[in-house]
């Protein structure tokens, strides 16, 4: 049981690349989280999805997409990449929303937009 | 508009003493709470929770206090151990509104618990 994994570790893109973020949890887990983290701050929710084929935005989705197509796997994509960016993001899954349902959470991307 | 603030960003306390790390909400909407801990370089791990419910709850060395007519909440560790040294995140969520899970976090407070 791996829980919620995500690849890359870390990535350097410049201005204007595009990349995918991948996560996949084996907990089957139907709720699943995008997160950001920058430096000083706490999580800032990017998107989230209740289960397979739905998804809806968080606080900070501009400049994101995301896919749910599986229970398993969540990746975001990020398209014209910009320095604000910049940022570490975590994926996080939980099998309920409510009470109880507490996120768990990837070892985190680190990316940096130069 | 910060929703749940942890207004201090650092603490330092000697092993084997108490730990207090505090954390505000202004949504009076906020029914449930949770304290995550954060390695460097890792995820998040769930710590404890709170329901708004309660006013305490207790996990073993770590107890988390719920004020809300004060609309703050409280993490106790006793005793600190040095292996308590990491990033505590205070959460937020309201489970009433569709029961997304949508957890808005606080800023984070550093504990530093010295040997």
């Known amino acids: 049981n791996a829980g919620v994994t995500q690849t890359p570790k870390f990535r350097i893109l410049k201005i204007g690349q595009s990349m995918t973020l991948q996560c996949a949890q084996d907990?089957?887990?139907?709720?699943m989280y995008w997160y950001r983290q920058d430096p000083g701050m706490g999580l800032k929710l990017i998107y989230y999805?209740?289960?397979?084929?739905?998804?809806d935005k968080g606080e900070v989705p501009n400049g994101y997409n995301v896919s749910r197509s599986t229970t398993e796997d969540f990746p975001l994509r990020l398209e014209l990449a910009a320095p604000s960016q910049t940022s570490v993001y975590f994926c996080?899954?939980?099998?309920?929303?409510?009470?109880?349902?507490?996120?768990?959470f990837g070892p985190g991307t680190r990316l940096t937009v130069t | 508009d910060q929703q749940v603030k942890q207004n201090s960003p650092s603490l330092s306390v000697q092993e084997g003493r108490i730990s207090i790390l505090n954390c505000d909400y202004t949504?009076?909407?906020?029914?449930?709470f949770l304290w995550y801990k954060k390695y460097p370089a890792e995820g998040p791990t769930f710590l404890i929770s709170?329901?708004?419910?309660?006013d305490k709850n207790e996990d073993g060395r770590f107890t988390v206090f719920l004020n809300k007519s004060a609309k703050h909440l409280s993490l106790h560790i006793v005793p600190s151990q040095p292996g308590d040294s990491a990033v505590y995140f205070c959460?937020?969520?309201?489970?009433?509104?569709?029961?997304?899970?949508?957890?808005?976090f606080g800023q984070g407070t550093t504990l530093q618990v010295k040997p």
């Open positions: 996080a899954s939980s099998w309920r929303g409510g009470v109880g349902g507490e996120q768990y």
């Open positions: 907990m089957n887990h139907n709720y």
């Open positions: 959460a937020a969520k309201t489970y009433g509104s569709g029961n997304t899970g949508k957890l808005i």
């Open positions: 949504n009076s909407m906020f029914d449930y």
């Open positions: 709170i329901s708004s419910i309660k």
């Open positions: 999805s209740v289960g397979a084929g739905i998804t």
